[in-house]
């Protein structure tokens, strides 16, 4: 008879130690395995040199600690590092990290595909594959930490450098509509016998699932980043379709109950320019009146993101002028605004290029290639996050 074997990354820390539990073990010994796996990245019980060697030998029969494997691993020329993850049946994601002078980000993907559909994302082109789970989604910080750090050669375990210091839920799919493993996940990378990231450095990403905003406020507030992308609801509506059954003053709603949650005193809007589409002076006195309803202000911060155009979408860039212009209204207005410039664009990790398709390798090498000459371009300054700050 064949025996599944459990996998340890699906289990989050009262799960483990009921796990242990069922194996005749003390709840301590569940945080020193779930050290082993999330502080050390072991994956082999046989490491694990303070458990017993009859709980090694038990735990080598019954369960197992595996990440979705490596199909391919690139490193654009700015130091962004992209894996995509084989996650069965043709379906890949892709994870990317982002080094920054004080920090490394983290950008994990939660769905294949998504079933939102926003206009301008080629995930949402590629449609609704599956959930991951949590092991799949997790597995993606459990995987980067380790593998950045054998690369760098710095040890395993808390003495040795942490290489990811934030993550960001920016990848393929959209995290609310995945919700309970992902909260699952969530509650991993804060723990403090896993990765222990404050609340404050994990931040989710939503195109406005607004109930499961609330749930989430309820269940593991961090940070949170809502795309916008629009002024007004026709727009909006014709956008990110979500709006038709979330408009926008539910959404400021939601907005506004999850502050009093947050680990952070602010939202961040996510607004991708889309040239001669939501990207005028009047767009934007639009927005600075969306958020600071004189009644109801909703306290939060802009990121401004340059569409990365993909030829299906029919759509293009902002030029930098008019995002600059675009940028200074709101910062006139009182309003934090960041302009964010695309990294990695050389290796396909920019915002909403997630495509991640299996049988599509022929294609991501080509792009990859394409890539390169626009690396070859922009100079070494290409792909930066530059503030535009008031
Ligand atoms: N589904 C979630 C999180 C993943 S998308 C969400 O929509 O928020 C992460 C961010 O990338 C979102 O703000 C999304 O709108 C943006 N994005 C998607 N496609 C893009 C593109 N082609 N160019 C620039 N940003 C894009
Ligand atoms: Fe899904 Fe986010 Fe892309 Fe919209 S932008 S299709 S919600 S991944």
């Known amino acids: ?24 073990e003390k709840p301590f010994r569940a945080k020193q395995l779930q050290r082993w796996i999330h502080q050390f990245g072991a994956s082999n019980f046989d490491a694990m040199t303070d458990l017993a060697k009859s709980l090694r030998d038990k735990l080598a029969t019954r369960a197992m600690i595996a990440a979705p494997a490596v199909i391919s691993d690139h490193t654009s020329t700015d130091g962004t590092r992209k894996w995509l993850l084989d996650v069965g049946q043709g379906n890949a994601v892709e994870t990317v990290f982002i080094p920054e002078e004080n920090r490394g980000t983290l950008c994990i993907s939660t769905q294949a595909g998504c079933a939102v559909n926003c206009r301008f994302c080629s995930t949402g082109k590629q449609g609704f594959s599956r959930n991951l789970t949590v092991s799949e989604i997790i597995g993606q910080l459990w995987m980067a930490e380790f593998e950045l750090r054998r690369t760098k050669g710095i040890e395993a375990g808390p003495k040795g450098e942490r290489q990811i210091t934030n993550v960001v839920m920016m990848g393929m799919g959209e995290p609310l509509l995945n919700f309970e493993p992902t909260v699952t996940a969530l509650k991993l990378m804060l723990d403090d016998n896993a990765y222990g990231l404050s609340r404050r450095r994990v931040t989710l990403s939503t195109s406005g699932v607004v109930p499961m905003m609330d749930k989430l406020s309820q269940e593991c507030p961090v940070a949170l980043a809502v795309s916008l992308h629009a002024s007004n609801d026709p727009l909006r509506d014709g956008l990110v379709p979500l709006n038709k059954k979330h408009p926008l003053a539910e959404l400021m709603a939601a907005c506004r109950r999850y502050l009093e949650f947050a680990p952070r005193d602010f939202i961040t809007f996510e607004y991708c320019m889309l040239h001669e589409v939501n990207d005028s002076d009047a767009h934007a006195r639009e927005l600075v009146a969306l958020v600071q309803n004189h009644a109801n202000p ?11 155009p993909f030829p299906e979408s029919g759509l293009t860039r902002s030029h930098n ?10 910062i006139d207005a009182g309003i934090v605004t960041t302009i964010r410039k695309t990294r990695g664009d050389d290796i396909d990790a920019a915002c909403g290029q997630l495509a991640g398709e299996v049988q599509d390798r022929t294609r991501v090498q080509e792009r990859m290639e394409k890539m390169t000459e626009y690396q070859k371009k922009f100079g070494k300054n290409f792909g930066r996050i530059v503030e535009v700050s008031a």
Do not use: H, W
């Not at 002028?321 to 709101?330: D, E, G, N, V």
């Open 1 to 24: 008879m064949m025996t599944v074997l459990t996998n340890l990354l699906d289990l989050d820390p009262a799960q483990l130690i009921a796990y242990c539990g069922e194996l005749g």
């Open 298 to 308: 909703v306290s939060c911060k802009f990121n401004l993101i340059p569409f990365n």
């Open 321 to 330: 002028p008019r995002i600059k212009a675009f940028a200074q209204i709101l």
